[in-house]
T-cell receptor, first 112, second 111 residues
Framework: DAGVTQSPTHLIKTRGQHVTLRCSPI?????VSWYQQVLGQGPQFIFQ???????GRGNFPDRFSARQFPNYSSELNVNALLLGDSALYLC???????????FGPGTRLTVL | RKEVEQDPGPFNVPEGATVAFNCTYS??????FFWYRQDCRKEPKLLMS???SGNEDGRFTAQLNRASQYISLLIRDSKLSDSATYLC????????????FGKGTRLSVIA
């Protein structure tokens, strides 16, 4: 069975640009969560979606937004990129909200 | 105080050694608990869930003490392939940030 997939794997942007990251959950999983991980830190929660509704939002500015589609895939959008947005962005899916989460390989974003 | 705190590490141990990682959490309403393993520049992978009764999977044993708000992971007979960062994860079960990760503890198993 396919695991969580994310695209693209790497991305280089300049300050002020916007970016869209994509995630496809494991088949049958209804919940998708997004995390930001900077070097030396654990993943920081950004958003959780369940059945296409936002169920949680971490302490990130409004430049970050996300949505979940009817097929449960998800997009994370970041506007007005800052140098500090450079990080590994991880998507995780779970069967339901409180189950174990399974991570995709991540998108490594570099902002120059 | 961070909501999930782990031993800072790094832990450098010889092959065959037994090593234990500790993790404390501050939110007493936390619902579920996990250990994840993360290799360098890779995604976290679920190692095991942690139950109140404790659970074991081969060389790995996890324990939960709700009264002390403490989680542990024991690795017996360490292998070179166990070298990774181990992340303690707590699911609050509610609120805006349901899943909280510790910073991780780095383990290096040396031949």
């Amino acid at each position: 069975d396919a695991g969580v997939t994310q695209s693209p794997t790497h991305l280089i942007k300049t300050r002020g640009q916007h970016v869209t990251l994509r995630c496809s959950p494991i088949s049958g999983h209804k919940s998708v969560s997004w995390y930001q991980q900077v070097l030396g830190q654990g993943p920081q929660f950004i958003f959780q979606y369940y059945e296409k509704e936002e169920r949680g939002r971490g302490n990130f500015p409004d430049r970050f937004s996300a949505r979940q589609f009817p097929n449960y895939s998800s997009e994370l959008n970041v506007n007005a990129l800052l140098l500090g947005d450079s990080a590994l962005y991880l998507c995780a899916s779970s069967l339901e909200i409180f189950n174990e989460q399974f991570f995709g390989p991540g998108t490594r974003l570099t902002v120059l | 105080r961070k909501e999930v705190e782990q031993d800072p590490g790094p832990f450098n141990v010889p092959e065959g050694a037994t090593v234990a990682f500790n993790c404390t959490y501050s939110n007493s309403a936390s619902q579920s608990f996990f250990w994840y393993r993360q290799d360098c520049r890779k995604e976290p992978k679920l190692l095991m869930s942690v139950y109140s009764s404790g659970n074991e999977d081969g060389r790995f044993t996890a324990q939960l003490n709700r009264a002390s708000q403490y989680i542990s992971l024991l690795i017996r007979d360490s292998k070179l392939s166990d070298s990774a960062t181990y992340l303690c994860v707590v699911n609050r079960g509610s609120g805006n940030t349901p899943l909280v990760f510790g910073k991780g503890t780095r383990l290096s198993v040396i031949a």
